[in-house]
C-alpha cells in the first residue's frame, strides 16, 4: 500500500466537519473505488501557518518508511494574517527541501491558494496596497512550483470561494459539499501523478 500525505491547514483537515468528509477522505474514496492501492493520511491542522508547517514538518516525515506523494496545502492563513509573502514563500520552499531530503523518491503536488479580497487585516489598508499583496500571494505558488518542478493545483477554492451554500456559517471554511469540490480540484492534478 502507497502512502499520499496530505500536509496543510483547516482546509485539509476539514475544519468543524467530520474526518470523513475532508478533502483527503474524498480522496480515498476515488482511490477505492478505482482499486488504486494508496492510502491517504491528513495531517492538516487547523490555524497552522507556513511558520508552523516548518516546525512540524520533520516530525512529520519522520513517522513514515516511504512517503509516495506529499500534497502541501499552506498559506491560507499567512495570506489573511498579511505576512509578507517573502517569508512564507520561504517557509514553503523550506518543507519542499525537508521532503526532498526526507523523501527523495516522493512526488510533490503544491496547492496554490489566492487571498480572497474582502478578508483579513490587509482589508484596512485599501484597494491598492492590497491588490499587490493579493497578486504577489497568488503568484508565489506557481513561482514555487517551476522552481521545484512539482505537480501543482492553482488553487484549491476554485469553484468554492465565495459561495455561500459551499461554505461554513463564517465564509471561510468550505461545508461537506464544498470540501468534495476542493477533493475533485486536487484529484484533476493527483490522478495525473498517480497513473
Not at 466537519?17 to 474514496?29: G, M, T, W
Not at 494574517?81 to 510533490?108: C, K, M, S, W, Y
Not at 484597494?127 to 484549491?156: C, I, W
Amino acid at each position: 500500500m502507497q502512502s499520499i500525505v496530505f500536509f496543510g491547514d483547516s482546509l485539509t483537515a476539514g475544519y468543524q466537519l467530520r474526518a470523513s468528509e475532508s478533502f483527503p477522505a474524498r480522496i480515498q474514496e476515488k482511490l477505492d473505488a478505482l482499486q488504486l492501492s494508496y492510502k491517504t493520511h491528513n495531517y492538516g491542522v487547523s490555524g497552522e501557518t507556513t511558520a508552523g508547517g516548518r516546525q512540524r514538518i520533520s516530525s512529520v516525515l519522520s513517522r513514515f518508511e516511504k512517503i509516495d506523494v506529499f500534497v502541501l496545502e499552506l498559506g491560507a492563513n499567512d495570506g489573511l494574517r498579511g505576512i509578507p509573502v517573502r517569508e512564507t514563500t520561504q517557509n514553503l520552499q523550506f518543507i519542499l527541501d525537508e521532503v526532498r531530503r526526507a523523501h527523495p523518491e516522493a512526488r510533490v503536488v503544491l496547492v496554490g491558494l489566492e487571498f480572497p479580497f474582502d478578508l483579513g487585516p490587509l482589508a484596512t489598508l485599501g484597494g491598492g496596497r492590497m491588490g499587490h499583496y493579493a497578486q504577489e500571494f497568488k503568484a508565489l505558488f506557481r513561482l514555487l512550483a517551476e522552481k521545484n518542478e512539482v505537480d501543482f493545483v492553482p488553487f484549491l477554492l476554485h469553484g468554492v470561494i465565495g459561495q455561500r451554500h459551499l461554505n461554513l456559517p463564517d465564509g471561510v471554511h468550505p461545508n461537506a459539499e464544498g470540501q468534495k469540490i476542493l477533493a475533485n480540484n486536487v484529484w484533476a492534478v493527483l490522478e495525473k501523478v498517480l497513473r
